[in-house]
């Protein structure tokens, strides 16, 4: 079992950042892929960014590339999610994601090990 646990949301104003942290614990594995996902109201899951543990490969959305960075740290088992110039838009839940290969994928159903999600609000 790997326990996901997500940090640092919160309200912000556009044009803002925020940085998402997710610390993973448990049996983790170098060989993993952890995935950020989000969710607003009424919408389905949507994918967000990943990055494998081994090599650090990553992967963006398109409606987050050049504005978010995901990374990891594996001294502190911790990926994070830096946030920048924030929209409106960006408002959702997000969820951090564990998948049991290292290989990237943009599917939700590809990740078996899921966080308890933040709260991400941008408005003024």
């Known amino acids: 079992q790997v326990q996901l646990v997500e940090s640092g949301g919160g309200l912000v104003q556009p044009g803002g950042s925020l940085r998402l942290s997710c610390a993973a614990s448990?049996?983790?594995?170098?060989?993993?892929?952890m995935g950020w996902f989000r969710q607003a109201p009424g919408k389905e899951r949507e994918f967000v960014a990943s990055?494998?543990?081994?090599?650090?490969?990553?992967d963006y959305a398109d409606s987050v590339k050049g504005r978010f960075t995901i990374s990891r740290d594996m001294t502190k088992n911790t990926v994070y999610l830096q946030m920048n110039s924030l929209k409106p838009e960006d408002t959702a839940v997000y969820y951090c994601?564990?998948?049991?290969?290292?290989?990237?994928?943009?599917?939700?159903?590809?990740?078996?090990?899921w966080g308890q999600g933040t709260q991400v609000t941008v408005s003024s």
């Open positions: 448990g049996r983790t594995s170098s060989g993993y892929t």
């Open positions: 994601a564990a998948r049991i290969v290292s290989l990237p994928s943009r599917s939700y159903q590809g990740y078996t090990y």
């Open positions: 990055v494998t543990w081994s090599v650090g490969a990553v």
